[in-house]
């Protein structure tokens, strides 16, 4: 279901998906669209661009038109991708772990490549991600903030909807909290905005990640182990990317759950608008709206 439909035509430009404002005349479209973008809803009107605040309400998810025609609208579903299937090197490939004790126990007893691929097939192949764009700070000024804005980010229009011809949807980041929660009550979930860092290649070795616990992996087993070992690092595992990567501003969802395969799952109502792609074809708006 639709909530807002962001598509304002004027007779000499068409003003959808990221927004430059170098000239006045996108300045002033901007204007309009804080005017008349906005919904009812039961918590009383929900204004999307004039005075918006709150960098944390909405979440930004690119695609394709033909994503969106042919999966995302006719099933109001979200996929949640393997996430040894990201764009990331960093967390698709796979990763190696060395292992420590604090007591007397014989390191070389183990096949350390063997116990390093279980432990990153553990943490990783069972586990799905959801991934959005996020609002940095904002003034509640629309016409300051619009570089701000999730859905006004070039590089991403490019690289996630097609080169400008596709889409961004506004997603309403509680209602679709509560959508994941209710879709997936039986696995873990862990949900919060990445963190852009360049670690060091030499690892803190009282503070790594890719250490293996070996006085706890033989005490409580393996599950156990990994268990509480992603518990403990994951944001450091899951929620951390290179400062490269900083301008998707990424707000992500990790569900760690039993199956290798991807996952798809009712969204609800936490749709709140479609933006399109300044090189999105007539048609396919015509399509949507």
């Known amino acids: 279901m639709l909530r807002a439909l962001f598509y304002l035509r004027t007779p000499r430009l068409t003003i959808t998906g990221a927004l430059p404002c170098q000239n006045f005349e996108l300045l002033l479209i901007l204007h309009l669209l804080g005017a008349i973008v906005q919904k009812s809803s039961r918590r009383g009107v929900y204004i999307m661009f004039v005075g918006f605040r709150d960098r944390t309400a909405c979440l930004y998810h690119y695609t394709s038109i033909r994503v969106l025609l042919e999966h995302i609208l006719p099933t109001n579903k979200l996929k949640a991708g393997r996430y040894v299937n990201t764009n990331d090197p960093k967390e698709s490939k796979d990763w190696f772990f060395s292992v420590g004790t604090n007591t007397d126990i014989d390191l070389g007893k ?144 990790v569900l760690l759950g039993n199956k290798e395969q991807d996952l798809f799952f009712d969204f609800q109502d936490a749709l709140r608008g479609i933006v399109f792609g300044v090189s999105c074809l007539e048609s396919d708006i015509e399509r949507i709206v």
């Open 110 to 253: 183990y096949d350390l490549q063997g116990l390093s691929d279980e432990m990153a097939r553990g943490m990783k192949h069972k586990t799905n991600v959801l991934c959005f764009s996020q609002d940095r700070e904002l003034t509640g000024n629309h016409i300051e903030d619009i570089h701000n804005r999730g859905f006004c980010r070039p590089r991403m229009w490019v690289q996630y909807a097609e080169n400008h011809a596709g889409v961004c949807l506004i997603i309403e980041r509680e209602a679709l909290q509560r959508a994941v929660n209710s879709a997936f009550p039986h696995h873990r979930i862990y949900e919060g905005p990445v963190i852009y860092t360049n670690r060091s290649g030499v690892p803190d070795l009282s503070t790594s990640p890719y250490i293996i616990n070996v006085d706890y992996l033989e005490r409580y087993g393996q599950q156990k182990y990994l268990e509480d070992h992603i518990y403990m690092y994951h944001k450091r595992l899951f929620f951390e990317k290179c400062t490269d990567w900083r301008d998707e501003v990424e707000y992500r969802w």
